[in-house]
Every structure is written in C-alpha cells, then in structure tokens.
C-alpha cells in the first residue's frame, strides 16, 4: 500500500490516517492553515479558544450549515466565488469551545476527537465528512 504524506504548515499529515478528500483540502489550503496558525500565537489565543477551520460552503451535508451558523450573510462572497468557477470555502479562526458545542450535536465522532486533541486543531468540512486534524 502507498502511504502519502502531505507536509502542511510544516507538519507531516499521513493520509492513510484521515479521509482522503479532506486531507487534499487541507493541502490546497495550506497556505491559509498556516497563516492561521501564525495568527493565533500572535494574537495570543491558545488551543483552548479557538481552531481553525476551512469548511466548503457547499458542502450540502454539513457544509452549508455551518457556513450559515459560523459565517452569516456571505452569501454573495459565496456566490462571487462560484462565479468565477472556484468552490467557495469559508476560512478562518472560530471559537472552539462554540465549535466544540456544535461538533457535539451535529457529529459527536467528530466533536469526541476534537474534545481529544490538547493542542492547536484545524477543522476541515468537506465531501460531506468533518475531519479533524491535529497540529499539536
């Protein structure tokens, strides 16, 4: 069996070990991951206030959702996106604890694994899955 290893914001992610299709999320926005990452020591926000998170705004299962809940009234932004012919993600800092609550109710695997990782945590929503990665 191969054993991709993607390299995101200088941390080695085996892909055997998440689904597929959102360790290639994680990857395309790697960028973004590790700016974000950056920006919350800057801003001296610990593990235990927020993650981060890149959710597809059309991911009909969960996607869409939390896009509405987390991110209110880009629609247009959204819209604009798909215009141009790129998928539309949301990125950014959320509130864990907010995310944890929301986690617990809508995907408790997902809220479980979250509550497991004592460190920094990107979220990723897409291909109707919630991945959780840790960047401890």
Known sequence: ???IIHIIAGKPILEETYHCGCTDTLSIHNDRVEYFLNRMDE?????????VTIVNADDSAVGKK???ILMPGNEKTWQDMRSSGKTPYGRGLANRPVYQ???DIICPEAGTKLRGIQGKAVIVVDYG???IFDFS
Do not use: H, P, Q, R
């Open 1 to 3: 069996m191969n054993k």
């Open 43 to 51: 801003s001296g926000y610990t593990f235990k206030d927020a993650v």
């Open 66 to 68: 939390l896009i509405d």
């Open 101 to 103: 609550k929301l986690l």
């Open 129 to 131: 899955v919630i991945e």
